[in-house]
């Protein structure tokens, strides 16, 4: 049979395998009694596996091509958007120029016949309460209106202060709804004022008597219907960022009411507004001060005109200026916060020169409140909570408005605690397995990659604010900080041995090495924090020599090595020679004899392998712990050849053990010395002391234990 897979045994393969009756178990039996033997059935499961292939590749092409689709009907879908919500402004725009058109040209017909005025206006407004339209052409029936809502709200009354324009528009019960699980929460009572919303809920016992709940101007209110789903409807929503509240009518019509009602005053009170802006931007003419006869005064007048004339000329009437206010909304509602803030660039800089009048202030008063709302969006965008993915990069966006918003304290903060929950998350998704140098180089390759990154990061962000720089090295002792709990956690609290331990305080200590790229050292940062496990380490190790050479030197029967094999002896060479001792040779004999207790060769390999690892975790701070380690190792081994000295009688035992005395004073002293000035940059005054001693130290001759 050909082992590639023609078209018409393909075809019929694979029809044969997506038929609805197909049996695997069948197939194969039928196969296996059609077969010659073992060649056939390996070709066609080569047929099988071909065919398999085949339809992977299929498969990746068409989950591509879907992916690519559904790419582009999602970019389709969003410039569809963009393009509704461009029309639906152009006709909020149209239908608001041509409402306005529609009321200035009522109010034109009001100022020519004020009577009939004040009956169109009692009649053309079905929704205002029944003494609302009998006082509707009276500023004193609104206001006695006023007086009777503060009397029947308690605690509004300072919040709402009487003022001769403000007036009662529409009032009404409404039941006001969770906006997550859509459970009724309480009813309240709303009034609908000319410039603003109060809300209020009844009191308990007491018919017709309500307490303050809320207040919201209409200048920063929006209006959305809710569509009705069963038993939800008749509601509404009314957005006040960052907020919003569900409120549901008793009935349609009520519904339609609120909404219209709402709108309608929205309007007029941006229409008065806009109005009053207009005329207070006018110049006034200046009174005619009264003739003196004081010829200095004339001088005084002429000085004090100059910047009166120059207040006048604010002109706040431009287009872009009135509908700054609703453009920031806008902005900061679809997450444009560079074009926000570049609104406020251009406001400032416009009225960087000019004086501050009445009109300014006011503006200036809602334009803060968007500052505000867009100061909280921007610091929600840095809080932990939001998703760390993306690296430090990430929030580049949300710290560069910040600084221009002048928050530039405020963004250091919130970026470097926004770091430090991405850094504290990343090590503990690290998964400790395998060795434990293994996860310290995960450990130290997460860390130490972010601590980079985000210094980067910063010195970005922050190149012109230096007063932020002692910020982020406070934020890198603490973030180090953090690694070494994780360090300490994994090394030297699971008891690894002091090679394990050296070779991880290396690797991080290589790792610290990188920040010295972007002028940041933090060694001595990792030195102070690790120093007492490191000495901890060292002691315990210390100890753990100190006993197995006493346990040792309580069978020490003061015997020659016999190694049996050349291989052993050449291995012992091979040892000692790493060890630093270089004549070892004359103390070897013939046939694999060594000249030296079996104790004295153990305690030197054991001395030396702790040297060479405690000067891999060496630093200042750990001088003297590492030199009183090795001076009370040495002691232990020096005491007992002086005690065997002292206490043996045989002369041949004798002799042997001045040979390993000597081998100790005259080669491994002079050795460990050597390794340790090496190692340390400078010697060391104790060990000096203890190889020049002129005769082995004093021990009790009667004793019999070795004094340590």
Same mark, same amino acid.
């Given at each position: ?15 044969? %395998? ?19 033997? #073992?060649?056939?059935? &390996?070709?066609?499961?080569?047929? /099988? =596996?071909?065919?398999?292939? !085949? ?128 459970? &009724? ?33 209409? #200048? ?6 809710? $569509? ?81 004339? +120059? ?10 200026? =009135? ?6 909304? @806008? ?6 916060? !560079?074009?926000?803030?570049?609104? *406020?660039?251009?406001?400032? !800089? ?22 505000? &709302? ?32 002048? =928050? ?5 903060? *919130? ?35 972010? %601590? ?53 305080? $290396?690797?991080? $200590?290589?790792?610290? $090495? ?7 050292? *933090? ?19 210390? #100890? ?30 091979? +040892? ?48 003297? @712990? ?30 042997? /053990? ?51």
């Amino acid at each position: 049979m050909a082992l590639s897979l023609g078209e018409g045994g393909g075809s019929r393969l694979r029809r044969q %395998l997506e038929s609805g009756g197909f049996a695997a178990g069948e197939y194969v039996k039928q196969l296996s009694q059609q077969s010659d033997g #073992d060649r056939d059935l &390996q070709e066609h499961r080569q047929r /099988i =596996q071909a065919l398999s292939e !085949e339809t992977a590749q299929s498969l990746k092409r068409n989950v591509y091509q879907n992916y690519r689709q559904f790419i582009e009907t999602a970019r389709e879908i969003s410039y569809l958007e963009s393009e509704m919500y461009q029309l639906s402004h152009i006709l909020t725009e149209q239908k608001g120029i041509m409402e306005a058109v529609t009321q200035a040209l009522l109010l034109q017909a009001d100022r020519d016949d004020p009577a009939l005025g004040a009956r169109r206006a009692a009649a053309a407004d079905p929704f205002l309460p029944l003494s609302a339209k009998e006082a509707a052409a009276s500023e004193e029936g609104r206001q006695r209106t006023l007086t009777t809502l503060l009397e029947k709200v308690e605690g509004c009354r300072d919040l709402l202060p009487e003022s001769p324009g403000k007036y009662l528009v529409y009032n009404g019960d409404l039941v006001e709804y969770d906006a997550d699980h859509m459970a &009724q929460i309480q009813r309240v009572h709303a009034f609908l004022m000319n410039d603003c919303l109060l809300v209020a809920t009844a009191l308990p016992n007491r018919r017709g008597a309500y307490r303050y709940d809320a207040l919201y101007p209409l #200048d920063g209110l929006a209006v959305v219907n809710v $569509k009705d789903n069963p038993p939800m409807k008749d509601m509404f929503k009314l957005l006040m960022f960052p907020e919003s509240r569900i409120f549901q009518a008793e009935n349609a019509k009520i519904k339609k009411e609120w909404l219209e009602v709402l709108e309608e005053t929205k309007r007029n009170r941006a229409l008065s507004e806009k109005r009053r802006l207009e005329q207070e931007a006018l110049p006034r003419p200046a009174p005619t001060p009264p003739e003196s006869t004081n010829p200095f005064e004339v001088d005084e007048e002429e000085e004090e005109e100059e910047p009166s004339a +120059e207040e006048e000329v604010v002109d706040l009437s431009l287009e872009w200026i =009135q509908e700054l206010p609703e453009d920031l909304d @806008v902005c900061i509602a679809q997450r444009d916060f !560079e074009g926000a803030v570049d609104l *406020l660039d251009k406001l400032n !800089e416009y009225l960087g020169d000019k004086p501050v009048s009445q009109p300014v202030k006011e503006l200036r008063l809602k334009v803060d409140e968007r500052v505000r &709302q867009l100061t909280d969006v921007l610091v929600f965008e840095l809080s932990p909570d939001r998703s760390l993915r993306g690296g430090p990069r990430a929030t580049r966006r949300a710290v560069s408005q910040l600084i221009r918003l002048g =928050q530039s304290t405020k963004a250091c903060e *919130l970026f470097l605690k926004n770091r430090a929950a991405a850094v504290q998350t990343a090590i503990r998704q690290l998964r400790i397995e395998g060795a434990t140098l293994l996860y310290i180089h995960k450990l130290c390759h997460v860390f130490f990659t972010s %601590l980079l990154e985000t210094a980067r990061e910063f010195e970005t962000d922050f190149a012109g604010n230096n007063g932020c720089y002692s910020a982020f090295v406070v934020w890198a002792r603490s973030s180090m900080k953090m690694f070494v709990d994780a360090f300490s956690k994994q090394v030297f609290d699971s008891k690894e041995s002091l090679s394990t331990a050296a070779e991880c305080v $290396k690797v991080a $200590k290589e790792h610290c $090495k990188q920040l010295s790229e972007i002028g940041l050292d *933090l060694t001595f940062i990792i030195h102070a924090l690790l120093v007492k496990d490191i000495k901890g380490a060292l002691q315990s190790y210390k #100890d753990i020599i100190i006993e197995a050479t006493k346990h040792r030197n309580s069978e020490e029967m003061w015997r020659r090595m016999n190694l049996m094999t050349p291989e052993a002896l050449g291995k012992l060479r091979e +040892e000692m020679r790493g060890c630093g001792v270089g004549n070892f040779d004359q103390y070897t004999g013939d046939d694999c004899w060594v000249n030296l207790s079996y104790t004295v060769v153990a305690f030197t390999k054991q001395t030396m392998a702790f040297l060479e690892e405690a000067l891999k975790l060496y630093f200042p701070e750990l001088h003297m @712990v590492l030199l009183e380690s090795l001076v009370e190792i040495i002691l232990v081994a020096v005491q007992h050849v002086d005690y065997s000295l002292r206490c043996e009688q045989d002369p041949e035992k004798k002799a042997f /053990i001045r040979q390993n005395a000597s081998f100790l004073y005259e080669t491994v002293l002079p050795v460990v010395e050597k390794r340790f000035e090496e190692g340390v940059g400078k010697p060391a005054k104790q060990l000096q002391d203890l190889r020049n001693a002129s005769r082995l130290m004093r021990v009790n001759p009667e004793s019999t234990t070795s004094v340590v």
